[in-house]
T-cell receptor, first 112, second 110 residues
Framework: DTGVSQDPRHKITKRGQNVTFRCDPISEHNRLYWYRQTLGQGPEFLTYFQNEAQLEKSRLLSDRFSAERPKGSFSTLEIQRTEQGDSAMYLC??????????FGSGTRLTVV | AQRVTQPEKLLSVFKGAPVELKCNYSYSGSPELFWYVQYSRQRLQLLLRHISRESIKGFTADLNKGETSFHLKKPFAQEEDSAMYYCALSGNQAGTALIFGKGTTLSVSS
């Protein structure tokens, strides 16, 4: 297990298309987080899972966004009907239960 | 409102000079404070957290509850310290999401 993996690394999509990102956390970590980072900003919290349960969602997560973590392992983040404002780096992090997050390398989304 | 403020976007120092990256926070309760670092082309990684009271790569940070600050300090900067530094806070319940500041770019030149 080499850490948190995110796929794809880069995604370019046309406005209006749907995209899905995947995150594979460290296997023994039961908590998984999604963040979004835009240029000049720090990471902004989107949503959080403990095992398969989605426990918290940010106001940033509009109805076009949905996240899942079936079986409490990998997670997916889907954005429907993408908009140019969705262009950002999407970061995934996992944690064993205390506050030490391990981040993935992120998926950079560009909506054209 | 919960907020982390890093007032400097960029801090440029010479090698060997002292470094202080400022972080102020707003939180109702007792937060946990962290510093994360992102080196060029690498992922975001934890540098230190206040509850550990440790020194990592020569960096220390003291939580000042009166001034609601958690400044990051190093007495003698090295070129390899050049990176983006983010201050972050969370509630003290396990699983609480981190709130990040906008980050400060530290540039150390010889």
């Amino acid at each position: 297990d080499t850490g948190v993996s995110q796929d794809p690394r880069h995604k370019i999509t046309k406005r209006g298309q749907n995209v899905t990102f995947r995150c594979d956390p460290i296997s023994e970590h039961n908590r998984l987080y999604w963040y979004r980072q835009t240029l000049g900003q720090g990471p902004e919290f989107l949503t959080y899972f403990q095992n398969e349960a989605q426990l918290e969602k940010s106001r940033l997560l509009s109805d076009r966004f949905s996240a899942e973590r079936p079986k409490g392992s990998f997670s997916t983040l889907e954005i429907q009907r993408t908009e140019q404002g969705d262009s950002a780096m999407y970061l995934c992090a996992s944690s064993p239960g205390h506050h030490g997050y391990t981040f993935g390398s992120g998926t950079r989304l560009t909506v054209v | 409102a919960q907020r982390v403020t890093q007032p400097e976007k960029l801090l440029s120092v010479f090698k060997g000079a002292p470094v202080e990256l400022k972080c102020n926070y707003s939180y109702s309760g007792s937060p946990e404070l962290f510093w994360y670092v992102q080196y060029s082309r690498q992922r975001l990684q934890l540098l230190l957290r206040h509850i550990s009271r440790e020194s990592i790569k020569g960096f220390t940070a003291d939580l000042n509850k009166g001034e609601t600050s958690f400044h990051l300090k190093k007495p003698f900067a090295q070129e390899e310290d050049s990176a983006m530094y983010y201050c972050a806070l969370s509630g003290n319940q396990a699983g609480t999401a981190l709130i990040f500041g906008k980050g400060t770019t530290l540039s150390v030149s010889s």
